[in-house]
């Protein structure tokens, strides 16, 4: 059973930092793109970060860029996603999602809410 479990969301004031958990089971974790998106309300899920297999690429959103760090452990099947700096507009339901090499297979957890106050 393929399972995504998000966990870290929360409340914080503008300025302030978090660190959102993914722990995946059920697949092969190492084989699988990992990202980050979210939707917040009224808008489209958007892709916040993503991270090659191995770790070894890195891609973010403009909007985050040198404020958020995507990263992986795949020895413990772990994804991460580190927010620094957070602003009113990063509010949203964060969503972890697992992308296998050809596209066949897409995963996703059940989001964990991120909501920033000014």
């Known amino acids: 059973q393929v399972q995504l479990v998000e966990s870290g969301g929360g409340l914080v004031q503008s300025g302030g930092s978090l660190r959102l958990s993914c722990a995946a089971s059920g697949f092969t974790f190492s084989g699988y793109a990992m990202s980050w998106y979210r939707q917040a309300p009224g808008k489209e899920r958007e892709l916040v970060a993503g991270?090659?297999?191995?770790?070894?690429?890195?891609n973010y959103a403009d909007s985050v860029k040198g404020r958020f760090t995507i990263s992986r452990d795949n020895a413990k099947n772990m994804v991460y996603l580190q927010m620094n700096s957070l602003k009113p507009e990063d509010t949203a339901v964060y969503y972890c999602?697992?992308?296998?090499?050809?596209?066949?297979?897409?995963?996703w957890g059940q989001g964990t809410q991120v909501t920033v106050s000014s």
């Open positions: 999602n697992a992308y296998s090499r050809y596209g066949d297979r897409i995963y």
């Open positions: 991270t090659t297999s191995t770790g070894g690429r890195t």
